[in-house]
Nanobody, 113 residues
Framework: QLQASGGGLVQAGGSLRLSCAAS????????MGWYRQAPGKQRDLVAG???????NYADSVKGRFTISRDNAKNTVYLQMNSLKPEDTSVYYC?????????WGQGTLVTVSS
């Protein structure tokens, strides 16, 4: 199971750090990522990270978001800076490609203008 946390309400320009705790070891999992889904929109991948720490980002968050992972703690993080109202979404962590049973409830991020 994957449990996302750390969401909340923040003003535009603010920062949040999301955490994704896995119930088992992630050290052997190559690709993990953060996804988001805004109301009425599809769920999109915004950031991914390999087991060796290579990262990739959607253009919409590049330069503002940073994904990282701590294999010893079985946790993946998403540091979000310079948040914009359009970043408002439910954020989920999952494998890449995603596994259906691992979506969890996600964590809501609301950015006010």
């Amino acid at each position: 199971q994957l449990q996302a946390s750390g969401g909340g309400l923040v003003q535009a320009g603010g920062s949040l750090r999301l955490s994704c705790a896995a119930s088992g070891s992630i050290s052997s999992i190559n690709l993990m990522g953060w996804y988001r889904q805004a109301p009425g929109k599809q769920r999109d991948l915004v950031a991914g990270i390999t087991s060796s720490g290579v990262t990739n980002y959607a253009d919409s968050v590049k330069g503002r978001f940073t994904i990282s992972r701590d294999n010893a703690k079985n946790t993946v993080y998403l540091q979000m800076n310079s948040l914009k109202p359009e970043d408002t979404s439910v954020y989920y962590c999952n494998y890449i490609p995603p596994r259906y049973n691992y979506w969890g409830q996600g964590t809501l991020v609301t950015v006010s203008s």
